[in-house]
């Protein structure tokens, strides 16, 4: 019996906090502006046309010579790497970041294929100065 009491309790503080109720159940007076045709908002600022001159620098897309000329420093052996690692963790670009990131876990997977294939290797050379 207490703990009726407990949960009827609880449940008159929820409907007191959430407000009068309107015709279909929901709470109301939570939007006071204008409101247009079937209660939407009505909003009075303009849509912003969002093209890529609009757009901040941190989110303008990298062209396709971009990428072409990113590609072409990643494939230079140290300042790649240099690049890569840079280019990873900074936050000026996102798209430049993010292809950085893509480059550096190819890197490392090339990295790991090499070291099974160079193991591998290396294995098969003590089997074949062993038995010939």
Do not use: H, K
Request: glycine residues 10%; neutral net charge.
């Amino acid at each position: 019996m207490a703990e009726n009491n407990t949960d009827n309790q609880s449940n008159q503080q929820w409907q007191n906090q959430s407000g009068p109720q309107g015709q279909y159940g929901g709470p109301q007076g939570q939007y006071s502006g204008p409101q247009g045709q079937y209660g939407a908002p009505v909003y009075s600022q303009a849509p912003v046309d969002m093209n890529e001159n609009n757009l901040p620098y941190r989110f303008r897309p990298i062209s396709m010579w971009g990428y072409f000329g990113y590609q072409f420093l990643f494939a230079i052996p140290v300042v790649g790497l240099i690049l890569a690692i840079v280019w990873s963790f900074s936050s000026d670009n996102i798209n430049r970041r993010n292809y950085a990131r893509s480059q550096f876990c190819w890197l490392i997977i090339d990295l790991i294929i090499f070291a099974i294939i160079v193991a591998v290797a290396g294995g098969l050379g003590a089997l074949m100065t062993r038995y010939y």
